[in-house]
């Protein structure tokens, strides 16, 4: 078991950034691929950002490519997301999400996650 815990959100005006961090507790000493997904009221939950195990593997949503980055310290057992250039539309509660890592795949659908965090609100006003 993995337990996962977000903090850094916030209210932000546009144009601002953020750095969002996720901290892992419990059974770490696995592998674990995780992510960085939201949701914003009345929408599904959507992927934003995944790294892999050892940090080299990353993808991104269309959505934060240039604009977020996702990065890792497994020393830590923390995985941040940095978010620049903030904009309205990016408001939604922020989850990370972990799954053991299978070779080099990072998933990026939220089915495919085990373990989630109980999410982080970011607000970006116009």
């Known amino acids: 078991q993995v337990q996962l815990v977000e903090s850094g959100g916030g209210l932000v005006q546009a144009g601002g950034s953020l750095r969002l961090s996720c901290s892992a507790s419990?059974?770490?000493?696995?592998?674990?691929?995780m992510g960085w997904f939201r949701q914003a009221p009345g929408k599904e939950r959507e992927f934003v950002a995944t790294?892999?195990?050892?940090?080299?593997?990353?993808d991104y949503a269309d959505s934060a490519k240039g604009r977020f980055t996702i990065s890792r310290d497994n020393a830590k057992n923390t995985m941040y997301l940095q978010m620049f250039s903030l904009k309205p539309e990016d408001t939604a509660v922020y989850y990370c999400?972990?799954?053991?890592?299978?070779?080099?795949?990072?998933?990026?659908?939220?089915?495919?996650?085990?373990?989630w965090g109980q999410g982080t609100q970011v607000t970006v006003s116009s």
């Open positions: 999400a972990a799954v053991t890592e299978i070779g080099w795949r990072i998933p990026k659908e939220s089915y495919e996650y085990a373990y």
């Open positions: 419990g059974r770490t000493s696995s592998r674990y691929a």
């Open positions: 790294i892999g195990s050892s940090g080299g593997n990353t």
